[in-house]
Every structure is written in C-alpha cells, then in structure tokens.
C-alpha cells in the first residue's frame, strides 16, 4: 500500500527529522506511531497525506508518487478541522461537496466513482448515523461536545470511502469513554474492510490498542524503521490484560531507552 | 450578536424621532426648520418624480461603489492573508494608507479621471476598499493552519479553498466593515454629488433647494438619503445576523 524509499526531509533552517527512511506498509494494516515530541511523527503522517513534500526520496501509496493530498487518503485530526459555520451535516458532507465542485477529476476528487448528489447525501447521512450523531446534524460545531466534533470529523472522512486513513492524535483530547467508544469503531472498520490506517499518538495504551505494528520514531534523524510487531491490538478485554500491560510495559521501556 | 430590531423598536424610533423634529421646529420657529408635517407630503410626492431620480442616482452609485470595492479588496485582502512575506512587504504602506481621510483627493481624481460617475464611485469604493482590505486580510491570517490542511486533505485546491473556506470565513468581517464604511461612503457621497453632476441627492439638497432657499424642499432630501443610509445600514446588518447565526448558544 505505502512504500517510502530514503525519504529525507527536514524543516528550513533545521537538522533533517528523517534522513534516508525507508518504511512499507502492506495493505489493511493497523500502524501506530509513537514517539517524543518532536520526533517528526506528525510530519511524517503530513508527508503521506500530501500536505508536505520531501527534500529527497519518494513516497508511493498504491504504486502512484504522492505529490498532493490523494483523494482515497482520509485525514483526522485532533483539532478536528471543522467549518464552524456549517451544520453537522454539512460538515460531513464538506469532501463530498468539494468532489462534486470538481467533479471525479482523479486529482481533487476519486476518479474510480461518480458521485450522484442525491446519494451523497444518503451516504453522509449513513455516516452520521453509525457515529450515532444524526440527531445532531443541524447543530453548529460551537454547539457540540469534543467527542461530537471528532465524530463529525471522522464521518466526514469516512464518507470520501477512504482506503486509507490518517489519524494524528484523533482521541487525545477526549474523555475515556469516548475515546475507547470510537477507538472501537474505527477497529471493527478495519477488522470489516480492507481499510488500512495509520494512527500518531504520543499515548502508549493507544499505540497498543491500536496498531497491529507500531513505529517507534527517535527525536534525532530517523534511519532505521523501528517497527515492533504487536499482537494486542483490538479490543482491550480482559482476556489480553497481562500481555496488554507486559506489550505496553515492552513499548514504555524502548521509549525510554531511545532518549 | 445583537439582537435583530423589531418593528415596535423601529416605530418608536421613529415616533420619537418626528415627535423631537417638530418640538424643535416650534422652538427655533424660522424657515430653515421647516415642521416635518410639512416635510413629509413633499417628501411622499417627490420621491415618485424629481427627488426620485436623485435618489436612484445616488443607491446606483454608492452600490457601484460598494461592488467595486468588495470584487477588489476581498482577493487581494485573502492573498495578503494568506501569503505572510507578501503581507509583510506591504502591511505598512497599508497601515499609512488606511487612516488618511479619501476625500482629500476629491479634486485629484477628478483631474486624473474626468467629472464623471466613475471618480465619483472610484473615490467612494476607495474608502471601502481599506476598510474590507484589512478586515478580510486579518481573517483569512487568522485561520487555523490545521482548518486549511484538514480541508486540503479532502481535496480542496485554491480555489475551493476560496470558496468553502476563506469567503465564507471572512464574510462576517466583510459585512462588519461595510455596515461601519457606508456611513462614511454616504457622506463623501454627499460632498461629492454638490458639483460637477445633475442627478444626485447632494446636487439635489444643496444646488436645487438649499441654494435657492427652498428648505421644506431640502428636508425632503435630507430625508431621502438619511433613508439611503438607513436602509443599507440594516440590510447589511441583517445579513451579518444570518451569516453570524451559528455563533449563539455556544457549547463551551
């Protein structure tokens, strides 16, 4: 799915976040990337979506060069990202609408699909509707709670039919409840699709909850890719508690070893 | 947000406001202060004929104006926004610019471009212009970074950035500004309607009434382009009351 061959970037005027990296990412997988502040995680998820090009190296996703943000690519992030001045729905159906301002012309918007207006609108309200927020979908975002947002966010992302999505600390700012809610929905996505999604989080539960792999990044020029394979992913249930501790415990000590 | 005024609110103002025109008009008891029962027949006669003319005159050119500056200043006020090092090269000639009163070139654009409508309209969209151009500038600077890039990650280029994001963003700024300038834009208006021209509530309050002592006449002008201001006053604000609707009851 993601190949990224001797990727170097680094921001103007500062020492290279990644120096010849080199990552594959098969398809349908649950990647998480965890690291200190500062470490390039954001930016590395920033360089998949498009949003920021590298000094040398390439990135393909689906053998193409990613040069721009690629319309099957999700995005989510913390802060959400949404209008405040349009409704819930209008805001889950902002892709959908900017798709067909352009129309299916394989750069702004999928080129595999036509987009019909009146299923557009089924297909956000689908969206709204298995987020559990579809009573809410005349609200303004100002109107919502944090958890709400994101879901609209995530609704948003979901109805482009990404097959691939990016998420930077999409649950960090959300109480415990919610967060394990929709860590669970976006799980069971993946476990019913061939979805594949990448995760940044600075959390460790959240990095082995959700990444069947996790990519340990290093505050200092990232080389090597530091993947370690984890077998806890899912559902936190009881079943898997010690070896969930012992896999966090696992991952809290390389971090700790790496500064 | 204010609230939306109602009709009762309106009408009281309005009571009061003839109800202290006439006291005055006893007191000061002269013909420059005319009773507005005595205003108002001409007023409702006029604005169908003569008065009406000048009153079409003058909306065509402060909506001229109004356009001009809006199609002029909202682009270049994104562009600045959104383009830091270009914005810094001309922000000071900006801040310099902005405060200077327009209407000190009055006699320098009618030089330039001729007595015709067009530096009429060009020296009032001026006006506008300044104020639209630094309102929409700070917004669109103003815009979350991580607003752009989620957007830009479904697909937005340029231009439907434009025009789900930076319009829509900066519109209540755009209306603001414009609700505080068309005060402004009537009275330059109304200096530079007094010459040069033959249509125009200026022409008409100071050259065919004032002039020739016919002040009943002339009230009825005042009349009219305080209506003028008035009016595009609260359609502005009415529609700064929709755009801005999403901001009450807010959750946190």
Redesign the interface.
């Given at each position: 799915m993601i190949t990224i061959d001797d990727l170097t970037f680094a921001y103007s005027g500062q020492s290279p976040i990644f120096q010849d990296f080199s990552l594959h990412v098969d398809r349908g997988a649950a990647l998480s990337i965890i690291g200190p502040s500062g470490c390039g995680k954001t930016t590395l998820l920033y360089l998949l979506a498009g949003l920021r090009h590298p000094q040398s190296g390439s990135i393909m996703i689906d053998h193409k060069p990613i040069t721009r943000p690629r319309p099957r690519s999700g995005l989510v992030l913390q802060d959400h990202g949404l209008l405040p001045w349009q409704t819930v729905r209008e805001n889950a159906r902002l892709g959908l609408t900017i798709w067909g301002f352009y129309g299916s012309d394989g750069r702004h918007a999928p080129a595999d699909e036509q987009l019909v207006p009146n299923q557009a609108d089924q297909r956000v309200d689908g969206w709204l509707k298995k987020l559990g927020i579809e009573g809410l979908r005349d609200q303004y975002p100002l109107q919502l709670s944090r958890g709400q947002r994101q879901r609209t966010a995530i609704a948003r992302t979901l109805a482009m039919k990404p097959d691939l999505l990016l998420m930077d600390e999409p649950f960090s700012a959300l109480d415990a409840p919610t967060r394990e809610d929709l860590q669970n929905f976006i799980i069971t996505l993946h476990d019913k699709s061939d979805l594949t999604y990448i995760i940044v989080t600075h959390d460790i539960e959240v990095a082995v909850v959700m990444g069947q792999k996790i990519l340990v990044l290093q505050k200092s020029a990232n080389q090597e890719a530091q993947i370690m394979d984890n077998a806890c992913a899912g559902f936190s249930d009881g079943r898997m508690q010690g070896k969930f501790q012992q896999k966090c415990e696992d991952l809290r000590n390389l971090l700790g070893s790496m500064t | 947000m204010r609230r939306r005024l109602n009709i009762r609110a309106a009408l009281i103002g309005l009571l009061m406001f003839f109800a202290i025109w006439q006291v005055l008009a006893w007191i000061i008891h002269r013909p420059i202060m005319p009773s507005p029962l005595q205003v108002l027949p001409i007023f409702t006669a006029s604005v169908f004929g003569n008065l009406g003319i000048h009153f079409l005159a003058s909306t065509a050119r402060v909506l001229a104006a109004i356009g001009v500056a809006v199609v002029t200043a909202v682009p270049i006020g994104l562009g600045l926004g959104q383009v830091p090092k270009v914005n810094r090269i001309f922000a000071p000639l900006i801040a310099i610019v902005y405060p200077i009163p327009k209407i000190v070139f009055l006699p320098v654009i009618y030089v330039l471009m001729g007595i015709t409508d067009i530096s009429k309209i060009f020296l009032i969209a001026t006006i506008i212009f300044f104020q639209i151009l630094v309102v929409v500038r700070d917004e669109a600077a103003n815009l979350?970074p991580?607003?752009i890039?989620?957007?830009?990650?479904?697909?937005?280029?340029r231009?439907?950035l434009f025009?789900?994001?930076y319009f829509?963003?900066s519109l209540p700024a755009v209306l603001t500004a414009l609700r505080v300038s068309v005060g402004t834009a009537i009275a330059v208006l109304f200096i530079a309607e007094q010459s040069l021209t033959t249509y125009g509530l200026g022409y008409y309050i100071v050259v065919e009434t004032y002039q020739v002592l016919r002040y009943p006449e002339m009230y009825a002008g005042i009349l009219a382009m305080s209506l003028l201001g008035l009016v595009l006053y609260f359609m502005i604000y009415n529609m700064e009351l929709k755009?801005n609707?999403?901001?009450s009851?807010?959750?946190?």
């Open positions: - | 979350h991580e607003l890039l989620s957007v830009r990650s479904l697909g937005a280029g231009r439907a025009r789900y994001v829509p963003a755009v609707r999403y901001r009851e807010e959750h946190n």
